[in-house]
């Protein structure tokens, strides 16, 4: 499946050497699946993973997930090979730091796509923003290539910084140094990605294992990280997926009155240009939820 | 003191955007005592309703040029020229705008100077309220600012950057925090003020989001109903201890100059300095220049 117009609301991770993990994953629903050949994958095992990743990729296409690849930008060239098969949907690169990285790969995805025969463009581009010169060239790393279709950000967990918790795993002593405003990187991606035309997605759950995740804790994230322009986000979780599905969602009270709105507009009546092209946003997100199948409104 | 060398600040605390079409609520709106009058003749206007809505605006701006207000015009950038000619009225102090690009503004610029000429207005006197609304403008006001020297102050368009969002207000995340911070260090660097409310976690009452805002450096903010304006002229007001307290600043910072000092204290034991002496001045600029926007629309209404 290509991703066309389809929003993204979760994607699961799983790691590319353990195909097991791609056949439950499948089972949860997420909207896409992303086959990890990079953080989750012992270096050991990449050759591996690589090899598994066309079946990983060809069994992803054939459900209702889109497939998702996420490569190393030091193994760019290897990880590409690998994953630029019929029905990748797009390529997640965390590391990117600037446009010149992006047309890069842009060219290198191109190239496989000719020599694989795939549509040119097909292979969308997902940055994945984990470092703070990424976060500062976000704007030029967003509109440096049509195939970018959404910017993650990779830094921090949506779990924690939104609800204000404290992390199960703090990682503050690795090389990337945790923001201390993280509304300031919400607002300023949320219109980065807005004025590309791009989607914002974020990482939830990342610092929780398995079977540790608690649900309602993992939804108040998901509604917040909605509130603040956020569309989906990547997960580890089961219930993560389930979340995220439930919750990027537009709310169905939120529906109603830009209904509302929309109507008293069509009826002729004067209303603030800027309120009503919220109302007209709000209803074509839920319609383009409807007209894939996603759910169209929450309680 | 250098104060006397400095223009008295814009004082547009609030601005009631009035839709011509809806005259019900022209008489709230002239009476509501709105530091300015914005008559929407381009963003609420239905399609189809161009006409109409410049006719009336014609009828309404006489009617609210007796409130006192600043009078302004709300247009398209793509349509300011023709709405300029067909709205021309001598009070108007200025235009709104939400534009994204610097040639649209320099387009409206271009069509103010003309409208100047003809009318026989001193030339840069009509101004430009300058309305961020999209994600692309709030990205690039500073291009927006730079291009034109008529624009006095930077608005947020909180529904507009919210449908680039895609998402509804929230009482929980502050979801513009980006353009408005942006927004007061532009307003900073340019000499011009940054209009908006601030956000205060699970409230959106018009006083406190306009008390908190007047406290990050905001200096007013667009409204649509004229029940808010008494909030934000008081919200975007410096209250009467701080305006005393500055005029103590004031008075013995001058005074410890006048003896060669450059920190003294008050009576109580605070330190104060040079740094303090500015800001008690801006406040001091700022409660005399609401105190003639108070008196000139009494004198008016």
């Known amino acids: 499946m290509a991703m066309g117009d389809m929003r993204v609301r979760s994607a699961l991770v799983v790691a590319g050497d353990a195909f097991q993990q791609v056949k439950e994953g499948l089972n949860w629903s ?10 989750l994958v012992h270096p050991s095992r990449r050759a591996q993973a690589r090899d598994l990743a ?34 990748l949907a797009a390529v997640v690169v965390p590391d990117l730091e600037g446009p010149e990285a992006v047309r890069d790969l842009d060219q290198r995805i191109a190239a496989l796509e000719r020599e694989r025969q795939l549509p040119a463009g097909t292979v969308k581009l997902i940055p994945f923003l984990s470092t703070g010169r990424g976060l500062w060239s976000a704007r030029d790393i967003a509109t440096a290539s049509p195939r970018v279709t959404a910017i993650a950000l990779g830094m921090g967990d949506l779990l924690y910084e939104m609800t204000g918790t404290h992390e199960a795993a703090p990682y503050i002593t690795g090389p990337v140094p945790r923001f201390p405003v993280p509304e300031y990187n919400w607002s300023r991606l949320g219109f980065i990605a807005a004025a590309a035309g791009v989607h914002l997605l974020g990482l939830l759950g990342a610092t929780v294992a398995p079977g540790h995740a608690r649900g309602h804790n993992l939804e108040r994230a998901v ?8 569309r989906g986000a990547f997960t580890l979780h089961q219930e993560g997926v389930a979340a995220c599905n439930r919750g990027f969602a537009v709310p169905v009270e939120t529906l109603k009155a830009a209904g509302e709105t929309a109507e008293m507009a069509h009826q002729g009546l004067p209303v603030h240009g800027g309120k009503l092209r919220l109302a007209r946003a709000l209803l074509a997100q839920a319609e383009a939820a409807r007209s894939v199948g996603q759910e169209g409104g929450r309680t | 003191m250098e104060q006397q060398a400095t223009p008295r ?52 701006l006489p009617l609210l040029a007796r409130s006192g207000s600043d009078l302004l015009l709300w247009v398209a950038p793509s349509r300011a020229e023709a709405t300029l000619e067909l709205c021309r009225f001598p009070s108007l102090a200025g235009v709104v705008v939400a534009a994204e690009t610097p040639e649209e503004i320099r387009g409206l610029d271009a069509a103010l100077t003309a409208w100047e000429r003809t009318a026989g207005l ?46 509804e207000r929230s009482l929980e995340v502050d979801q513009i925090f980006y353009p408005r911070g942006r927004s007061i260090i532009v307003a900073r660097l340019f000499n011009i003020q940054a209009h908006a409310l601030a956000f205060v976690r699970g409230t959106a009452d018009a006083l406190e989001t306009a008390t908190v805002a007047r406290k990050m450096g905001l200096r007013g903010a667009l409204c649509f109903d004229a029940a808010d304006v008494p909030a934000l002229n008081q919200g975007f007001s410096p209250p009467v201890a701080e305006v005393e307290h500055a005029r103590q600043v004031k008075a013995a910072m001058e005074e410890g100059i006048r003896q060669g000092l450059g920190a003294v204290s008050l009576p109580g034991g605070v330190m104060i300095d040079l740094a303090m002496l500015k800001h008690a001045q801006a406040v001091l600029r700022w409660a005399e220049a609401i105190e003639a926007r108070e008196s000139a629309k009494a004198g008016r209404g």
């Open chain 1, 30 to 39: 997420p909207d896409a699946l992303c086959l990890d050949l990079d953080w």
């Open chain 1, 54 to 87: 066309w079946a990983a990729i060809s069994a992803t296409s054939h459900s209702r997930s889109l497939a998702m690849a996420r490569i190393g930008l030091q193994e760019a060239e290897e990880d590409l090979k690998a994953v630029v098969w019929p029905g």
């Open chain 1, 223 to 230: 509604n917040l990280a909605r509130q603040a322009g956020f």
């Open chain 2, 9 to 60: 600040p814009l004082v547009r605390r609030s601005k009631l955007v009035v839709s011509p079409l809806s005259q019900g609520s022209w008489t709230a709106a002239a009476t509501s005592g709105a530091d300015a009058l914005v008559v929407d003749v381009a963003s609420s206007v239905p399609p189809g309703a161009e006409g109409k809505a410049l006719a009336l605006a014609r009828e309404v």
């Open chain 2, 122 to 167: 001193p030339p840069g006197k009509l101004q430009i309220d300058l309305v961020l609304a999209s994600a692309r403008a709030a990205l690039g006001m500073d291009t927006l600012v730079a291009a034109s020297r008529r624009v006095v102050s930077l608005n947020l368009d909180e529904d507009g950057l919210l449908a680039e969002l895609g998402v």
